[in-house]
C-alpha cells in the first residue's frame, strides 16, 4: 500500500530529566527485541528488529528480517507523541492517536484505507479518482508520566495493511549515544504492552524493548534531547473511541 507523508515531522521529541545535550539534533537507528503473548502465553520471539529514522525528512520505519507467523512485517511512523510536562511535577498528562478509516470505491470495489496525522493510505485511491463512501474516526486514549512516549504506527503484514498500533515507552537509561526503552504494562496485566482490541491479533499482545543510537548534529539554540523515531511497538486496546 503507497503512503505519504502528511507533513515534514520531527518524529519524535523528549526531555529527560537531568540531561543537557545544547545544541545537538541525532539521527538514530533502532536495534531491538519483538515479543509475541496470546493470551498470556510468550509464543513468538524475534532479536532481530531494526528501524532508521531520519529527522531530516521527516520519515521512519522499523521492521525485522524474521517473518512472523510466516509473513513479514513492516510498521511506518504515524504520529509520535510525547509528554510534555515540568520535570519532577508528577504530573499523568492524557493523550490520543486518532486515525480516519476511510472506504473508497474504484472500479465498483470497494478498499478501505487509513489516514493518521502523519500518512495517507488512502492516496492511491483518492488520486485514482475514486468516489469516497465513508470515514469514520477512531482513537486510542492513553496516559503518560515522566520519562514516557509513545507513538502510533500504521503496520502492513502479510495480506494486513495500515493496522492501527500505539506504543508507550518508558526510558530506561541513556549512557552515551545509546538511549534504551523498553514498552509499558499499561493494561497491568504483568504482559508489558496492551492487548490488541483489533483484528486480525484480538486479544494478543505485541512487546518491544530495544536500544536507539543516535549521533550528533550540531543546531543552533537546541537545549532539547531529541530523540529521532519510534523506539519500540506495542499493540494495544486502551479505551479504543468511536467518534
Known amino acids: 500500500m503507497k503512503k505519504i507523508l502528511l507533513k515534514n515531522i520531527i518524529l519524535a521529541f523528549v526531555l529527560i530529566s537531568g540531561i543537557e545535550m545544547a545544541n545537538a539534533l541525532p539521527v538514530s537507528e533502532f536495534t531491538g527485541r519483538f515479543e509475541f503473548y496470546e493470551q498470556g ?32 512485517w513492516r510498521a511506518d ?32 470495489v470497494q478498499f478501505e484505507c487509513r489516514v493518521s496525522f502523519e500518512l495517507d493510505g488512502c492516496v492511491a485511491y483518492r488520486d485514482s479518482g475514486g468516489e469516497l463512501l465513508s470515514s469514520e474516526q477512531s482513537s486510542y486514549s492513553f496516559s503518560l508520566s515522566e520519562g514516557q512516549f509513545a507513538g502510533g504506527v500504521f503496520i502492513d503484514w502479510g495480506e494486513y495493511t495500515d493496522i492501527p498500533v500505539l506504543s508507550a ?12 526503552v523498553g514498552s509499558i504494562d499499561t493494561d497491568f496485566d504483568g504482559i508489558p504492552g496492551t492487548a490488541l482490541l483489533d483484528a486480525p491479533f484480538l486479544g494478543a499482545t505485541w512487546s518491544f524493548d530495544g536500544q536507539q543510537d543516535f549521533s ?6 537546541a537545549v532539547w534531547l531529541f530523540i529521532s523515531g519510534f523506539a519500540g511497538l506495542m499493540l494495544t486496546g486502551l479505551k479504543r473511541k468511536q467518534t
Do not use: C, H, Y
Open 169 to 180: 515507552m518508558q526510558i530506561i537509561s541513556l549512557e552515551g549515544n545509546i538511549l534504551t
Open 41 to 72: 502465553e510468550l509464543l513468538f520471539t524475534d532479536t532481530k528488529v531494526a528501524g532508521v529514522f531520519d529527522i531530516d525528512n521527516g520519515q521512519g520505519f522499523f521492521e525485522s528480517s524474521v517473518d512472523f507467523q510466516g509473513a513479514s
Open 77 to 108: 511512523i504515524a504520529e509520535m507523541i510525547q509528554w510534555t510536562g515540568v520535570s519532577g511535577s508528577g504530573a499523568i498528562e492524557e493523550k490520543r492517536f486518532s486515525w480516519n478509516t476511510e472506504t473508497w470505491l474504484v472500479n465498483n
Open 216 to 221: 550528533v548534529v550540531p543546531v543552533p539554540g
